[in-house]
């Protein structure tokens, strides 16, 4: 937890807002409950241009969801599947560009980063490449005298080479995408590992504009364990009938859209 916490703090500057706004939602609309035990679920909705989904199971029906799972993108590319596996944390995280297993503090990352092009803010903004890391003394004038370590970044600019201290940075970006997509893979790791009872499903689309996909899995429902919602609404007026919908009932079902 407090590996998690710490490294989680330190990288928020260097992972700028996805453009595409994070994973979409493909709600379910439709579900089939056999009396074997077992339930057909269907997510049908709109994908725009490259697209995740993030689905979250329970780590006992990962292996027949994974099985019996079908994904349809007639007018673009089903990328990849991918599941965070239950490998050990530490092994995982060594796996990527940047390592984060080790806590590392902020010197210990950005030496990691050295060659790679970044844009920092001091207030002014600098684009340039990460030519070295130091640790130096700063020396506090008072009443006493005090002396704090102080981290100094090199940077490799259009204007020549600066040293700028990490205590003035307000905002430091990696202009490398690669880079940038492992380290929020890292991070996504990291919030994952807190939660030991579900596990993510990421499915990514590739395709141009807008267009209608379609997820469908088999997974273990126990019919006496499902319970039913049935929600009347009147019509506007009496020549608009009144209409109901019908689905599973339960606080921690996914969200359904027109159940049939």
């Known amino acids: 937890m407090r590996l998690a916490a710490a490294t989680v703090l330190i990288l928020w500057m260097f992972v700028p807002s ?3 706004g994070g994973p979409v939602e493909i709600p379910i609309t439709r579900v089939v409950l056999f009396s ?3 339930g057909y679920f269907e997510h049908n909705g709109p994908v725009e241009g490259n ?3 993030r689905l979250m199971f329970k780590t006992g029906q990962i292996n027949d969801i994974l099985k019996s799972m079908v994904v349809m993108d007639p007018e673009g590319t089903v990328s990849s599947v991918r599941y965070a596996s239950q490998e050990p944390l530490i092994r995982a995280l060594r796996s990527f560009a940047i390592d984060l297993s080790g806590d590392p503090k902020m010197a210990d990352l950005l030496r990691q980063l050295r060659g790679a092009e970044v844009i920092i803010e001091v207030p ?5 490449k990460i030519i070295s890391i130091e640790t130096t003394q700063k020396e506090i004038v008072g ?4 002396i704090l370590p102080e981290t100094v970044i090199t940077l490799a600019t259009a204007r020549g080479i600066k040293p700028i201290s990490m205590s003035t940075v307000q905002s430091l970006t990696l202009t490398d995408e690669k880079l940038t997509a492992e380290l929020n893979k890292a991070l996504d790791l990291l919030i994952a590992s807190h939660d030991t ?5 990421d499915i990514n689309f590739s395709g141009r504009g807008t267009r209608a996909v379609r997820i469908g899995y088999i997974s273990e429902t126990p019919i006496w364990k499902t319970s039913y919602r049935l929600e009347f609404r009147k019509g506007k007026d009496k020549k608009e009938p009144a209409s109901f919908k019908a689905g599973p009932s339960s606080k921690t079902s996914p969200k359904m859209t027109g159940p049939r």
Do not use: D, F, Y
């Not at 002014?124 to 340039?128: D, F, R, V």
């Not at 009443?143 to 005090?146: A, L």
């Open 18 to 20: 996805p453009s595409s």
């Open 36 to 38: 074997s035990g077992v």
């Open 197 to 201: 009872q579900r596990r993510a499903v």
């Open 51 to 53: 697209a995740s989904c």
């Open 143 to 146: 009443p006493t005298k005090t």
């Open 124 to 128: 002014e903004k600098l684009t340039g």
